[in-house]
């Protein structure tokens, strides 16, 4: 079973920030946090992982709380190219380094 | 970041048939996997592929159904045998490197008649 419970869908009006809730209580130490989008039916794509600092790139922004039991993906400017479904992947699961998907979150930007 | 090349991207084919799907990476990699989405829903991994022995399997997927093969570290296929139209999904391999991030390829989808 996935590791990881997101929100279904979300609306975000476009040019501005999107942030995408993950819960992840069971997460351990030694796990880290992906996440991924996969826009139609294309292979997901990869965005950006952390393992509890705060983690930035040219994509997004990943905020990990404290606990680890939950993070926020940011997509800071959304553009209608940016609709796609969101997962948020917990990985390293007992050593095995198969990745489990959630159900993920659908974001829809808006004009 | 790999490369991964799958194919063919779709197909339709008829019940009782089996498909063979191809996966290449542009490079070595020590870990390769296949999964299945189904119409509306999220990825379902079907089985770990090791190179040089069986694959190991997920909980409701089984070798006579999905044989796999990883002849080296470069490549795989997934076979779906004696397809029905519950078999009509997208399937898609991935590929990593045991501390890196996951590689997917574009998939194949199959529409089963």
């Known amino acids: 079973d996935a590791k990881t419970t997101q929100p279904p869908s979300m609306d975000c009006a476009e040019g501005r920030a999107a942030n995408l809730p993950c819960n992840h209580s069971?997460?351990?130490?030694?796990?880290?946090v992906y996440w991924y989008r996969q826009i139609h039916s294309q292979g997901p794509q990869y965005i950006i992982h952390?393992?509890?600092n705060n983690e930035t790139n040219e994509m997004a922004s990943l905020i990990i709380t404290e606990d680890r039991k939950s993070s926020t993906l940011i997509l800071p400017h959304a553009t209608l190219r940016d609709t796609a479904v969101y997962y948020c992947?917990?990985?390293?699961?007992?050593?095995?380094?198969?990745?489990?998907f959630g159900t993920g979150t659908r974001l829809k930007v808006l004009a | 970041s790999a490369v991964i090349s799958q194919k063919p991207s779709r197909d339709i084919c008829q019940r009782g048939t089996s498909l063979t799907i191809q996966c290449q990476v542009d490079s070595q990699v020590t870990m390769m996997f296949w999964y299945r989405q189904q119409p509306g829903q999220s990825l379902t991994l079907i089985a770990t592929?090791?190179?040089?022995?069986?694959?190991?399997?997920e909980s409701g997927f089984v070798i006579d159904k999905f044989p796999i093969s990883r002849p080296n570290l470069t490549f795989s296929t997934l076979t779906v045998s004696n397809m029905s139209p519950e078999d009509s999904s997208i399937y898609l391999c991935?590929?990593?490197?045991?501390?890196?991030?996951?590689?997917f390829g574009s998939g194949t989808q199959l529409s089963v008649l």
């Open positions: 992947i917990v990985d390293g699961t007992s050593g095995t380094y198969k990745y489990i």
């Open positions: 069971t997460i351990s130490g030694n796990e880290y």
């Open positions: 991935s590929a990593r490197e045991s501390n890196e991030k996951l590689f």
């Open positions: 592929a090791n190179q040089g022995s069986e694959a190991t399997y």
């Open positions: 952390g393992l509890k």
